[in-house]
């Protein structure tokens, strides 16, 4: 493809050799000749001078670069729609495979793709242009909305709701029981766990997540909201539009999580914890109660930067208990001096 | 259903309208007209202004409040027995699918539910009225009890004894090998991993959950005991019975677990430790060693009480690291003025 | 089988009856009459009283013990090789199963067991000797090389490229996209996931492992380093030879690990992290920036004796706390018996 092409397509200006042709779009690190690239920030400038790219997407022109330069105004998003544009390939419904199990009590629309050993139970909606591969279970009742992806080994349980273009990556469960019993007895008896989840359009759902369905009412993931691998969110979890759950967090019965929060990776939340929107939990952190918004860090999180100072002196707490010691034996001494 | 139904059925106390018709269950905030709800602590006594359900089960009946209550010894129990009564159907055994393959060599009791693309293979056994969902996996020789459910993507290995009225949920994996390795010669040698698992009656296990199987010997989880999504349970760890193990929990090889402990979310239990029967492990602690009976948290872990004191202190270490640098200054200043 | 046999086999030599015979491989606890077991290190010889075991494998014989020892340089690797050569069958090949799909554009080796309900795509090539359990998806143009086993509900996506001898544990997934999105008016867009993964051979991974595809270039595990359960290897992740990643770790972005590298259970690693080769993460910790070699411990990780002596101190600071009061006290008290 042209470099004038892409240009107007993402609507930047080129600097150096407006004839350069694209052949394919990749890392910085990993790109040959022909390739586009691009650089998040000025930090990365170092690295361009090793790639193989013949263009780099940027977010200012760069003087003295020995390489030609499309600037256009958000380079990664730029990057994003050429990797689409050269790699994704439009979506070619294959219809329902006779190799799939799928009730005649489901409804299913048009132009789906339905592959070989899935399962569809009755009562089941799915939507149009959603591709359901194989090994994928879809319970009772269960809806999904338009141009879903479910991937191989996705299990959906009865009544849940998805939205549309939903993605769902493999060995994720959505819809086992939340985790509920009540002692009597000296054992632990199971509480029913009868409710669903709502699954917003535009969410994705990283692979080997556990979603459990509500014990009454719903389990709600809202709009936009991304979830990485290998993450807990526990029955009655209410989480916001556009908000990063990043992998390996768990997120305990009934908790509320805003708009737009950040949860970093092995984050945990517990059980009834209330998180506005707009808050960005560190990496590892713990959290609990009502958390306003802001960013934190630590078990039990408090404000970051306080997290960071007191975690610098966590290290030298040996030094500071020696500096005590120091102090009793140095008063001990005055004292004796200065008798009362 | 009429609530004097309800209240000879739980053994409770009507206060308010004996005439109620109760049409479903659910939690306060979700509840509609006609729905009986509970409050499990006078703490959500406020709550119940705003619920719109027709009756509130309390252990206590509550003066000059405008509902009708059902008064009972434990209403989170009897919520659980009327979501149970309202919502679980009995099972209806649908017998062998066609769909599925069960080995000639299995045995396969009355009254089962082995749904399409379940395996089952030779020597296996299952027992009466259990259900094997889809895409669920059944080892050579492994025993499956009565009364069972399988959800859909379920894996057990070859050699595993499950108890009866097991609950495993989808995505779980019973029975892959312990983590076991000899390095020789600049290279790690793979241990082979003979032994199997034991889950005793009445053990539910969530979703993409990990139990290894053994070196030699087996891996034992007790009767009653739950454990929750995402959890590992390393070779030849012993769990006793009626443990509740939350969301997210590490436990390496050959831990001992006693009866009654709880570990809460993101524990994790390094190997060889033994915790004793009745233990609590707070979210996101770390242990090893002998743990004896008590409350811990912290990594590693100190009791809770300890704990909860010196995390207070540690985000006031800054102010700590002041008052100690001013404490230095002041006795450099009376040392001055007071020379030996 | 003699114990005369199993001398020579493991090149030891045997302290006790020569005539023993041999029925079993077991450890230490587990052990019958018949069977021969072994001790690690000397700490366990406490234990050989115990055992019903008929030989004992050691490193050094021992006097007075009321047992027939093997003595061997190093017993965990012979304990290894005798459950080998007792129980573990060798491969006979089943041929590729009727009930099993297989592109007819895949290359499938000669000797290979393909097991029902398993599923191959267009493109895709199998080893000689190799298993493909059942619900195992293999997706379009993935190379898996010889002598692999891939356990039942594992799913390898397209484009993944695997080597010999590599084993796979159930639930897990090889291959997801990564966690990948660009901010843009108020939403997150997605950043296709064009990229492989590159898994060496002698790789072992154990369950419900969420392996992620690269955005460009590979994700790459190298030869003979083994992953526990629950792991996350998020894109672009590059890990070196032989290392060990032991359960619920989490690895992130573009992150660099080293060979001969010991990450501990549930370590969690920042994006763009470099840990050197020999470099040994303690469990639970939290390690970013560059990590030269040694032994690291705590989030973020310090030197690990450095850690255990600042963990010292944590659990007393309420009492260092106090003593710092107490010194106040006496400073107040001193500089008010001595007046400027």
Redesign the interface.
Known sequence: MKLTELASLLNGEIFGNHDTEITG???I??AKEGDITFIASKKYLKDIGNSRASCVIVKEAVADLNKTQLRVS?P??A??KL??RF??KPIKPTGISR?A?VSDKAKIADDVSIL??S?IADGASIGKNTII???V?IGENTFVGEKCIL???V?V?EGVKIGDRV?I?????IG??G?G??F?D???????Q??GIIIED?V?I?????V?RA???NTIIGK?T?I???T?V?H?VKIGS?S?I???V?I?GSSEIGDYVTLG??V?V?DHTKIESGTMIG??S?VMGHVTKGAYS???A?PHR??L???A??????E??K??RD??E??NE??R??P?
């Open positions: 779009v990749s890392g690190h990993e958000n990664h998003l990057f994003a990797l689409e790699y994704i190799d199990i070989p050993f399962y591969h194989p090994y279970y991937y191989p080994n299990t349980r993605i990556h493999s060995g994720s469960v086992s029981d985790f019993y009540v009597e000296g054992k632990y008896h199971k509480i029913p009868i409710g535009d994705e990283g692979s080997n997540v556990s459990d014990t009454t009412g936009g991304k990485d691998n290998l807990q526990a009655n556009n990063i990043v992998s390996q768990g305990a990776g092995q945990g517990a990496a590892k713990g630590g078990t039990f408090i306080d997290w100072k007191a975690q002196i966590f290290a030298k707490l040996p500071l208990n500096r005590i102090l009793e140095k008063i005055l004292e001096r200065n009362e």
